[in-house]
């Protein structure tokens, strides 16, 4: 059951509801509905009177299974990560390399991204590896280094973390925590990071359909954390001559689905640095709220997933086009005309 509140409703009426479904030993947690007013999530239908309160908007018995995931009774969202709003007017780029190799190195990247226009710095200090003995990252010390690169750039930090006892050891260091594809489904890590504090980024597993990706988005949310953001990254498919098939469908529809942001990542979702940039644009054109790359100074000598990183001036090559892209577009659908920051920044691309 989901239980809509009005903006102005009185404080008592939440606490009502929320008295009620304890006392019935029924479980209930609330989000904000966008709008100003809360949507109370319920595990089981409440008592006709027992939602006879002011301020109580509509009760909805009939929902999808992912709730507080759904768009049904709500608008989309905005999530913050330090000043970066990702779902906000324009598209958000973040980029970095696929793992943190030291610190000098990071800091190049990080200084090299920020000069090609990233809004946010990507980097693993664990890394899931699909042979043992391949590097797997620096650990905290990589942590530390994505710290010093955000305290020189300014750039908000998001990182992979792979474990719950990890979790509040990665919040410390990071703005954003990341659950890779391999670790959609690790419902113990989803409920941990879903009461870390942090925004989260779901990257959807490369065997998951839509609907399974927002049932683990459901599980973040319902642990408290409203600051999800799906990430498409591909499909496994039978074509040995691309990593994955990127899933453009995913976008459009997840969008319809839920309330989420979703961002895609063009780099996994190929495997190829060749056609990195055109999917990129490929997933601002489906709607994407943003973008995930894996950048390098030296493309060629990254240790972690080298054939599929491009270099900074092809990320300044992807944001120019893509800002635009954007813009024809955000015009076309509805004559919105880019204003403010992101107007200049267009310019300054141009």
Same mark, same amino acid.
């Given at each position: 059951?989901?239980?809509?509140?009005?903006?102005?409703?009185?404080?008592?009426?939440?606490?009502?509801?929320?008295?009620?479904?304890?006392?019935?030993?029924?479980?209930?947690?609330?989000?904000?509905?966008?709008?100003?007013?809360?949507?109370?999530?319920?595990?089981?239908?409440? /008592?006709?009177?027992?939602?006879?309160?002011?301020?109580?908007?509509?009760?909805?018995?009939?929902?999808?299974?992912?709730?507080?995931?759904?768009?049904?009774?709500?608008?989309?969202?905005?999530?913050?990560?330090?000043?970066?709003?990702?779902?906000?007017?324009? /598209?958000?780029?973040?980029?970095?390399?696929?793992?943190?190799?030291?610190?000098?190195?990071?800091?190049?990247?990080?200084?090299?991204?920020?000069?090609?226009?990233?809004?946010?710095?990507?980097?693993?200090?664990?890394? /899931?590896?699909?042979? /043992?003995?391949?590097?797997?990252?620096?650990?905290?010390?990589?942590?530390?280094?994505?710290?010093?690169?955000?305290?020189?750039?300014?750039?908000?930090?998001?990182?992979?973390?792979?474990?719950?006892?990890?979790?509040?050891?990665?919040?410390?260091?990071?703005?954003?925590?990341?659950?890779?594809?391999?670790?959609?489904?690790?419902?113990?890590?989803?409920?941990?990071?879903?009461?870390?504090?942090?925004?989260?980024?779901?990257?959807?597993?490369?065997?998951?359909?839509?609907?399974?990706?927002?049932?683990?988005?459901?599980?973040?949310?319902?642990?408290?954390?409203?600051?999800?953001?799906?990430?498409?990254?591909?499909?496994?498919?039978?074509?040995?001559?691309?990593?994955?098939?990127?899933?453009?469908?995913?976008?459009?529809?997840?969008?319809?689905?839920?309330?989420?942001?979703?961002?895609?990542?063009?780099?996994?979702?190929?495997?190829?640095?060749?056609?990195?940039?055109?999917?990129?644009?490929?997933?601002?054109?489906?709607?994407?709220?943003?973008?995930?790359?894996?950048?390098?100074?030296?493309?060629?000598?990254?240790?972690?997933?080298?054939?599929?990183?491009?270099?900074?001036?092809?990320?300044?090559?992807?944001?120019?086009?893509?800002?635009?892209?954007?813009?024809?577009?955000?015009?076309?659908?509805?004559?919105?005309?880019?204003?403010?920051?992101?107007?200049?920044?267009?310019?300054?691309?141009?």
């Amino acid at each position: 059951m989901i239980v809509t509140i009005a903006a102005d409703a009185p404080a008592a009426t939440g606490t009502a509801i929320f008295a009620a479904a304890a006392a019935a030993g029924i479980g209930a947690r609330g989000t904000a509905d966008g709008r100003g007013g809360t949507l109370v999530g319920l595990d089981a239908p409440l /008592p006709p009177d027992a939602l006879m309160l002011p301020g109580v908007d509509a009760v909805h018995r009939e929902h999808k299974p992912y709730m507080l995931a759904s768009r049904e009774h709500r608008g989309p969202s905005v999530v913050r990560v330090g000043d970066v709003a990702i779902g906000g007017p324009r /598209p958000v780029l973040m980029a970095g390399p696929c793992v943190v190799e030291g610190k000098e190195e990071l800091l190049a990247a990080a200084e090299a991204v920020r000069a090609a226009g990233a809004d946010m710095l990507r980097g693993g200090a664990y890394k /899931p590896r699909t042979s /043992p003995y391949a590097f797997q990252g620096l650990g905290e010390e990589g942590l530390r280094h994505l710290a010093a690169a955000r305290a020189a750039t300014g750039l908000p930090v998001v990182t992979e973390v792979l474990e719950p006892d990890q979790v509040e050891l990665v919040a410390e260091y990071a703005d954003m925590l990341q659950i890779g594809s391999r670790n959609m489904a690790n419902f113990p890590l989803l409920r941990r990071v879903g009461r870390s504090g942090r925004p989260v980024l779901l990257k959807r597993g490369f065997s998951a359909t839509v609907e399974e990706w927002l049932m683990s988005a459901e599980y973040i949310l319902a642990s408290g954390n409203p600051d999800v953001v799906l990430c498409e990254r591909g499909l496994r498919g039978f074509d040995p001559l691309v990593r994955f098939n990127l899933d453009l469908n995913a976008v459009p529809l997840a969008k319809e689905l839920s309330h989420l942001p979703v961002v895609v990542d063009p780099s996994h979702g190929t495997g190829k640095r060749t056609l990195v940039g055109r999917m990129a644009l490929a997933g601002l054109a489906a709607g994407a709220d943003g973008l995930i790359i894996e950048v390098h100074p030296t493309p060629e000598t990254a240790r972690c997933d080298a054939s599929q990183t491009i270099s900074p001036a092809e990320l300044a090559s992807i944001r120019r086009r893509g800002l635009a892209l954007h813009a024809a577009l955000t015009e076309e659908s509805d004559d919105v005309v880019l204003t403010g920051t992101g107007a200049g920044e267009l310019a300054r691309s141009a």
